[in-house]
């Protein structure tokens, strides 16, 4: 066994590491969800692609990829599906016909509607997992963790 590389450190690590934690209970968190909606055929990263559709101006792809925290790539990648399904159009951009912008059609309006008491009862059960969190000041904190600057020291 090498020596510069102890298990301490590898115990440290477990018990330290945010991103590890994050990710882990992000990973739970979704299968959670999955779960849920599965009966509706979607997943939670459809359903938050989906709601966040669900504004007066249809969004440009680049601006809902920077919101999901998504690259663009992905994002189409994953807006086809949900295209297909009638769930949502790509539809150019009126300003700049380079850009496309993704609209919620009246089928994935009915789809959410469906989709929400689900979402809301999901979302029960894992806030009655944490009863001794602030969940307000932990939404906070995530929000601060994820915006643009959040990866900088405050000074």
């Known amino acids: 066994m090498r020596h510069d590389l102890p298990i301490q450190t590898t115990l440290e690590v477990r018990d ?3 991103c590890l934690h994050l990710q882990r209970a992000a990973r739970a968190i979704a299968r959670r969800f999955d779960e849920a909606l599965r009966p509706l055929g979607l997943n939670n990263g459809q359903y938050s692609l989906l709601m966040s559709l669900n504004r007066p101006e249809p ?5 809902l990829a920077a919101f999901l925290a998504m690259d663009r790539t992905t994002l189409t ?3 086809k599906p949900l295209a297909r399904r009638g769930l949502l159009e790509i539809i150019p951009d009126e300003r700049d016909r380079r850009s496309r912008r993704l609209r919620l059609t009246d089928a994935g309006r009915d ?3 469906a989709a929400v008491p689900v979402w809301r009862a999901t979302h029960d059960g894992i806030d009655r997992l944490l009863p001794d969190t602030d969940a307000a000041a932990l939404r906070a904190d ?14």
């Open 142 to 155: 995530l929000r601060r963790l994820s915006s643009p600057g959040g990866d900088r020291p405050r000074t």
């Open 59 to 63: 969004p440009r792809i680049s601006d």
């Open 16 to 18: 330290r590491c945010l």
């Open 111 to 113: 789809l959410l509607v």
């Open 77 to 79: 990648a994953n807006t």
